[in-house]
């Protein structure tokens, strides 16, 4: 956990963050599907950073693209949505299992490739909530560089 004072307030607010195993607790997604390894500064349902550590063994590499390895966008969106979704049923604070509906993707914008050797991080902030769906603007950034971004919607349903 980090301590960092809210804007306009000398009080210390203090951010979560969320390991692989926690990660895999609050996700029905494993490997080669889980796009996402630790979630970090997170904010209630407001606000965190996913960290994705792009490898050469990872499968899609195989075929995108022979040579000269890129990571698919709609993984990067995915991942986007992963990490929105563990901050979700982090929220959520309940004893019942939950699984995470993606609902929506809307603005995707790809900026850069993302590459083996990368950092990955995917800035989220939510936009809204009602009820049991959620809405977030991401941000995927490598080396503080925007290399994508999207707005993403999911349902949490009760397992």
């Not at 307030?9 to 979560?16: H, P, S, Y």
């Not at 792009?54 to 995108?64: L, S, Y």
């Not at 709609?74 to 929105?84: C, Y």
Request: net charge neutral; glycine share 10%.
């Amino acid at each position: 956990m980090s301590e960092l004072p809210p804007e306009g307030q000398g009080e210390a607010k203090v951010l979560q963050s969320a390991d692989i195993q926690r990660v895999l607790a609050c996700l029905p997604h494993r490997y080669p599907f889980l796009l996402v390894d630790r979630v970090e500064q997170i904010d209630g349902d407001l606000s965190c950073v996913g960290i994705k550590n792009v490898t050469a063994n990872e499968p899609h590499f195989q075929g995108h693209f022979p040579g000269n390895p890129v990571m698919p966008g709609v993984l990067i969106i995915e991942g986007m949505a992963q990490t929105a979704g563990v901050v979700c049923v982090l929220g959520k604070q309940s004893e019942k299992p939950s699984l995470v509906y993606f609902m929506t993707i809307d603005e995707a914008k790809f900026r850069r490739p993302v590459v083996p050797g990368d950092v990955l991080e995917y800035h989220m902030t939510r936009l809204n909530r009602r009820r049991n769906m959620w809405w977030y603007k991401g941000e995927a950034r490598v080396r503080g560089e925007l290399v994508a971004e999207a707005k993403v919607g999911a349902m949490i349903m009760e397992g």
